[in-house]
């Protein structure tokens, strides 16, 4: 099965330690505004996911969510959640390690899109 997002191995690292600091964790994927379009690590149920959300996958065992119409946008490409050094968003739980998540994507092939159904 094709993935729709997936995640690099310093990712998964990351997402382990913030683990053993914060418990169960959840990532949505931010539509720009207040913390651009990086995606964005909170507490698992700490943010609020409604019927304008989707679920595309999971990452190091958490859920990964998108808004219903930037997944329009982007349902044509996998999401690859990658880590870098700096600061990233003011609400994300990476903050504090001196590094943020951003997220990279490549376009599904033809036989991935048919997968997928679309």
């Known amino acids: 099965m094709v993935e729709r997002v997936k995640a690099t191995e310093a990712t998964v690292e990351l997402i382990e330690k913030l683990k053993k600091r914060h418990g169960d964790l959840m990532f949505h994927q931010s539509g720009g505004c207040c913390?651009?379009?990086?995606?964005?690590c909170y507490p698992n149920g700490?943010?609020?996911?409604?019927?304008?959300?989707?679920?595309?996958?999971?990452?190091?065992?958490?859920?990964?969510?998108?808004?219903?119409?930037?997944?329009?946008?982007?349902?044509?490409?996998?999401?690859?959640?990658?880590?870098?050094?700096?600061?990233?968003g003011m609400f994300s739980l990476e903050g504090p390690e001196g590094k943020r998540f951003l997220t990279r994507s490549r376009v599904f092939s033809s036989e991935e899109r048919q997968q997928l159904g679309i």
Do not use: N
Request: contains cysteine; aromatic residues 10%.
């Open 35 to 40: 913390d651009g379009s990086s995606p964005m």
């Open 46 to 88: 700490e943010l609020r996911i409604g019927s304008s959300d989707v679920l595309l996958g999971t990452i190091g065992g958490c859920p990964f969510y998108i808004a219903k119409d930037q997944y329009e946008y982007w349902k044509h490409t996998q999401l690859i959640i990658d880590v870098v050094e700096g600061r990233g």
